[in-house]
């Protein structure tokens, strides 16, 4: 995997899973109208750092069922976690799992866009100030046998010079 791949899937990975957080946050605080605890804060955001590391690791899952999953992940535990089971699909709480979701696929692109622009860039500026080598195909190199032996010897790497008999 190159470099600028592992760069891109981490970093989807993270988008992915900070996204999936804050939307569950933000939807969750739309519905209610406050926000959680800390403790609760703390496990949804070991959910979602589960979820980034899953993402980063699967890099052909495709974004959108991440986000869903993550999304749906996250929002999962912080019920589960709060208890507050009667307004888990309130329309509040929906829509901000929807433009959340829309964010982060923008941002997902955007994000994968500047950092293949990034890496072209750093390596061709690397490159351009690289040192200049002498061309390699024009300089032949000689290889002399330190000893005069036959060429079979040498190719067929023989011990030394004494075998037992072909047998036919």
């Known amino acids: 995997m190159s470099a600028g791949r592992s760069t ?42 589960a979820i980034g590391a899953t993402v980063s690791a699967a890099p052909r899952l495709p974004s959108v069922p991440a986000l869903v999953l993550g999304q749906g992940a996250v929002h999962t535990a912080m019920v589960l976690v709060t208890g507050h089971h009667h307004d888990m699909f309130e329309p509040r709480m929906l829509v901000t799992h929807f433009l959340g979701l829309l964010a982060a696929l923008c941002l997902i692109a955007a994000v994968n866009a500047l950092a293949s622009l990034v890496i072209d860039v750093v390596v061709r500026v690397v490159s351009s100030t690289a040192p200049r080598t002498a061309d390699r195909r024009s300089v032949t190199a000689r290889t002399a046998s330190p000893s005069r032996m036959p060429d079979a010897v040498l190719i067929f790497g023989s011990v030394g010079l004494r075998a037992p008999p072909l047998s036919v």
């Open 8 to 49: 891109t899937h981490r970093t989807r990975g993270g988008v992915v899973g900070g996204s999936s957080t804050l939307t569950a946050i933000a939807a969750h605080a739309a519905a209610q109208g406050t926000l959680p605890e800390t403790g609760t804060l703390l496990i949804v955001l070991a959910v979602g750092v």
